[in-house]
């Protein structure tokens, strides 16, 4: 692994506004001008004359406007479930209502949307291609068991963290979910020969990533990109700088598996399986036919998504599930009880075959995702070829439709007591997350042709830590500062505003730390 230090030179995106450069000398020179011109500008169109002569032209120029003028598409907040359902699942009249408004990928916006992801491409042959690719490789439920010796070490070392962090007292759960979390996906995307410390990086600079999302939020949507950049150039240089950090670190992991020789019972990883891949090549006269592989930018960004959408979902989940075992005692007991009576006591875990007669566990995390589904947002755009029609009135072109999934899960005319955590109104019918018509009632995984292509693992991920968990340890709640508080902080991603912190007591005597 040493040998392929972080020595790589050949950054995928451009650098911009090194410092020190005549571009970035002249960059400040515009700014100076530009900026004072823009707010004169500014206050001069607030000045009262000007505004009462701008307010007399609009409303005697308004009829003749109109009939030149077309209306802007706004964007619409669909928060009851039947609406939901009607527009994600049914999709519209003409084409399949199955693309976002522009990403906020840090991949898209610096490649100036060269380098798509799954989560970004727009719906058409190379999102088919780069979907399918993961769907029928890693993700594929007959695959899943291949990376069970990860899942293992992964949980492993989870637990022996926090039996030792419990003899300081209370226990920084959430970190330590994250980290193993990222390890395991980690070792999905590039194999088990990173070291320890790497993950680690690894996992920091994807943390910063994410962070740095709702700042690049004002790139995805500018409508005068160079001056954006001008404007914003810190949070530019900034999302540069984090971009080159990943290239520099994730392209000697994913060098090292090209050319390998792989013996047909080695378990693939995704690098494997992207390295192998080809798309659809957009600049040939016959897309269709031509294919070609992807450039090393496009592996990069591919990583991220695998990195970021398998980690930072399931570790807030994982959260989100066992702070309200935390504030529900009686309902962690329950669970316990239920394991307990189908795993022996010698057990040394809580193995993936057992999980599927774990039915109460399946009704927490069911209503732990209701509750509180960690990505905040299902989003769509109208395009031209879509007709998307509701009551009976067509939505404009370029509308952007958000769905604000907790909202949709306690709709009040789909659920008894939508703000109570109640995991048995999972067990009374056989999946209460749709009613009797099929209409989806909560989608903490979105929903039609875009759904979330992780749902199974990440279900699988979720049972396995969250039984082995409360196998391992009787979680408690702290006192005062220390307390579960079950508030959110709502972002691209959902989470505990105050990160999980408990006191755990061992449930089995000994936790062996080789
Ligand atoms: C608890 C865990 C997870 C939750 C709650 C979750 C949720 C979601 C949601 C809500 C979407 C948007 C769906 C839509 O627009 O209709 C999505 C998309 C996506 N998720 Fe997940 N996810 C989880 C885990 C994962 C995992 C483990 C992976 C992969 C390792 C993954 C990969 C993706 C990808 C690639 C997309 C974009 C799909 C597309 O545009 O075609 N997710 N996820």
Redesign the pocket.
Known sequence: MESMELNYPVPCVPKYGRRGSVYQDMADLLLLILLPLLLLFFILLHASPIKALLTTAKLVLAPELSTVWKPQPASIFVTDHETAHSL?VRGSAGGSFSN?PPSISPSAILSHRQYQ???S?PYGEH?RAI?HN?TSEV?HPTQLHRHASARRRALHGLVVDLAEQRKNGVVHAAESIRYAMFGL?ANMCFGDNINNNRVRAMADAQSDLVKSLSTARVFAHAKLPALTRLIYRNRWKKLAALRQQQEETYLPLINSRRGRHRRPSETPVYVDTLIDLTVPDDHSQDPRRHRRRQSDGELVGMCS??LG??TE??AS?LQWIMANLVKRPDIQETVRKEINAIVGADAEEVSEVVLGKLEYLHAVIMEA?RLH???SF???QVMEEDHVVHNGQPILVGTKVYFP?AAIARDMTAWDNPDKFKPQRFLSYKDASQGTDGTIKM?????????????G??ML??SYFTANLVREFRWREGEGERAVDLRPHVEFFTVMKRPLRAHLELERTEIKTS
Do not use: Q, S, Y
């Open positions: 994600l976002r992801n799954i989560t491409a999102w979907r993961l993700l996906v998504e695998f959408a398998g979902t399931t989940a995702l589904p960690p990505t299902a989003f769509r999934l989608m903490p995984f979105g929903g039609g042709r875009r759904m979330c292509p992780g749902r693992v990440a991920h979720l």
